[in-house]
DNA sequence: GTTTAGGGTTCG
């Protein structure tokens, strides 16, 4: 078999090939050059699945790296391998190994211009007289240039091109402004079509036709301004102008374009490199649009359509129902009312959708609107309680021809002019979430009459009318936090305890009237338990500074490689010649997979750090001095481990020599834990913890009570809500249940807390202070 | 099998 395993060898330098062969530098690798009896080498940093070609025959790519230049993203090759040999090699090869090959074709990479990588790619199959041999390197084997060349060579490095310097025939990937475009839509084909036109600094406009048989792989825009990032996108001329089109493997992440929005991507893949150099790219492109695009307007409400007019309606689903073969009924509402009497469109009660009690709630809010032709597959496919976007819809003056009065009437068009269609937003949307607050706001005994509300009430459950009523309806009932002891006490009313001494506990029963800080964000801060002390969390700049600082000190070549880690070091290529080491830490004079590995590392900048922390499983910044490596100062994280940066107390730490750290390797099984970490490095470990503080009310009176809390009460880590999306996401959304915005003292929903009552005694005041505990957050609520 | 749409408002 032309695939050969080869054994280690106990001179880990040479890898035991024929003698006829000869290794090949990467450098000298060419086009059309001799490389018979020639082998190249180098280190599987990324497979891909086996897949076949369109003829049949198996496929299978891997990405080689050359561990002489491990830093160097020009000295990884791409390596395609056909047939049987595919099919062997997706069999054997991991991560790590070793592979050589000799008998190979050199052809032009075509891909090099996207990835990176080296301008050739190697050929390779039994047909060519292909051999492969190759080393286990995984997972019993791994030096540090392996782990170095896994860590730092995984992203391809993405080329975008301006709209100004496209090419027909090229297949780019690019940045745009939507200056227009078209939901998604059934197209007369077998796919859905979106058509968007872009635009960029360099002024030059682009429409871009995608197609794709899943709406969800189009990119997700919802709005004028927004940003899209375009990968693998075919360029064509068409009618004398360039023009963009899917081709195989197009991927696209979209972002709101408002200077100062978090810039979170949207997208269907469900892997995706977004880097800081291209977050630092929305940025400017945001900039630069907030002056030269103009953004569609506010959004129109119902209150302020104009009839004969065009407009983008934000809006919920409350019913829908089929009219005829050519058209279907949407009615929606955002919360205002329409100035004008608008039409209804007769319907069989049968063949409407919808929570009736909900219909007939807000029936005085609700719109009819009726769509057409190919937007009526859509509109069917629609969920009541969803938000939508309609763009486009037409508000029509008419009069009956048996009454003198006019009314309106919204139609969505046939066809697609203007981008008319309906988008689907989700509920993280900001726009969505400015709906939600103003519907759940919304006063409905001001437009109804006392019939719809008694109707409410009777009604006691609703399926799947999301989030408001039904919501609102529970929010009313049950309590939206429970306690965790203590169940048999009985509640206090708010005004006893505020006349009675401390210390004591309390069970109460009582609304969330206000609570600070706003900004959830600002409600996390490290906890010393030693010294009790209270500190904001350092953000990144700070971090990045104290780097540079111990960046300005070279490593010391004498501390390197010692007993118990084994190390490598570089200079970069860029003008500042920085020297960068890493200490990986053995475990049993090995060293250990990635994922299991803690490292300490000299010199990096942030951006490296903050990638080495994805591969491995701990990273210490440490300083060389004259005999030792050294922890840096304090006020940087000493530890990071996935996305959480651990802080030491610069009161109560006493650092002790990194060398500890060689005691929890020589464990069975190093655990690497931040508290076991921080012991043997005598840092005081300082814990995340959120503190807020709660008004309550329950009608009796009024008392602050503060809440502070590592994780039970929302029963979410406050370690890593500053790094986690979803997380603050969830947080914002619990809290917005406890305290909904906008709504009267009346409508709050209950909360059940244990407080305690405690003397804070100083020279010159005595003050009772509350604190909340043994509470949590209702299952349901989070 | 490689289309569909290729921006520029309306039948209802």
Redesign the pocket.
Known sequence: MPVHLLKIPDDQSETPVPRHLQKEDLKHLQEGHDHTNKYIQGIVILSYPLTKL?DGTDFFKIVLQDLDDVCSRISSINVLIHGKMAQDCAKVIRHGDTFVVAGFKVLKSPTAREDGRHGCHLEVSEEAGSTIYYVRGYPTFFSPKILLALCFSIAPKYVYTPLNRLKDGTIVNLYGIV??F?PPYV?????Y?S?V?LVDPSNVKL?C?L?SGNQDSLPRIYKIGDIVRFHRIKI?E?NGQM?G?TSGGFASLTFDGTVGAPVVPRTSSRVYTFTDEEHKTIEELRVWAASNVSISGPAAKLSSVQPML?FDLTCQLVGKAKVDG??FLLKVWDGTKCPYPSWRVPVEAKDLEGEKVVLHQLRNLTVDILV??NHVQLAKSLKIGSFLRIY?I?A?QASADTEDVSHIEF?L????????GIGVLPENNPDVKELKAFLESVDLADSQNMESMFLVEFNGTFSDFTDLESHLQRCQQLPVTVLTDHQDLSNTELKTIINSTAPQQYRVRAKLRTYKPQKLHQSVKLHCSKCNSLQEVPDGDDFDLILQGSAVTAPNPELHSTSWYDSVMWTTQDQKQRKIAIHFVKHDEMLQQPEDTLLMIEGGTLKEVWKLTKRFKCVIPVKSTEDDLELLDLSAPFLLQGNVKYYGCKQCSAPKPVKNLSSIAAEQQPSWEPTVIAQVLGIELLQYVFIMKFTLVDGTGALNAYLFDYEKFFQIPASEILTNNFLQEKMQMTMNTLCPPGRKLGDLPWLECFIKSYNVRDAMKHQVCYQIFDTTVAEDVV
């Open positions: 369109g200056k227009f078209k197209s007369k084909g077998t796919d079509c058509v036109t429409t036709t197609f064509r068409y023009q089109i065009f050519s058209s057409y032709d486009s037409h029509k139609h068009h046939g066809g697609t002019c203007y981008g008319r």
